[in-house]
């Protein structure tokens, strides 16, 4: 069995282990929890603050056989990088910057396309700053965005429709235009809600606690197993 995982920052750590800060236990995430329960492949394909638009071009660059995709959607506030190993929020500017410019990669020793790093495509932050600031004030607009979130999430969808694969779709109801119907697969809100419950910064890679990363293995076990009768 083979799981594909596309989307952001919640599902993005994954295939290896990582000390939690409380006890210094290793820990794994959720996904990785789900695939080792169902002995699947996991094809991970999330990155921190994720774009729709990356997922779509995942899912496009995939050349495995799919049994089940697990799609995380994020709000259309999210400016896709294509050549960085990250996506970007740009309406906290302000207050991301610093960490983005220091970002190496969401584990340590793992083996990154350095020239992916946020810092090996902008001279400065300075020259970053500048562009998305450029960007807000000419080229975005809250409807813009929004229309192109829906057109994005049309795409993938009928991508996978298309495929027959498999679908979950992870998603707070905001998060989809009102317009768009998805048809490859249910949504289910309860991964963020789980998320947002048991939120803890600064501990393990996907910013999600001990306990949510439990939570959210088991319900998504039990909603696999319900929704697709797989055992």
């Not at 501990?203 to 009768?229: C, E, T």
Request: aromatic share 12%; net charge positive.
């Amino acid at each position: 069995m083979k799981i594909g995982v596309f989307g952001a920052s919640e599902a993005a750590w994954s295939g290896y282990s990582y000390p939690c800060a409380d006890t210094n236990e290793l820990l794994i995430s959720w996904n990785d929890i789900v695939c080792k329960y169902f002995k699947a492949e996991q094809y991970n394909r999330a990155v921190p603050q994720g774009s729709l638009e990356r997922v779509l071009r995942e899912l496009k660059k995939c050349k495995k056989n799919l049994d089940l995709a697990i799609v995380t959607i994020s709000n259309f506030k999210f400016i896709y990088l294509p050549t960085c190993a990250i996506d970007f929020n740009c309406h906290s500017i302000s207050t991301r910057v610093e960490d983005m410019f220091d970002y190496t990669g969401i584990q340590k020793n793992r083996k990154f396309e350095k020239h992916k790093d946020f810092s090996n495509q902008f001279k400065s932050k300075e020259e970053f700053i500048t562009l998305v600031n450029l960007y807000k004030k000419y080229l975005y607009n809250a409807e813009s965005a929004q229309n192109r979130q829906a057109g994005i999430l049309s795409q993938i969808d009928l991508w996978l429709k298309t495929k027959n694969i498999k679908t979950i779709y992870l998603s707070i109801p905001a998060n989809i235009p009102p317009w768009v119907s998805l048809s490859a697969g249910n949504v289910y809100d309860d991964m963020h809600l789980i998320a947002k419950a048991n939120r803890r910064y600064l501990n393990l890679p996907n910013n999600i606690s001990v306990n949510g990363q439990k939570l959210i293995a088991k319900w998504l076990i039990k909603r696999i197993k319900n929704d697709f009768k797989i055992k």
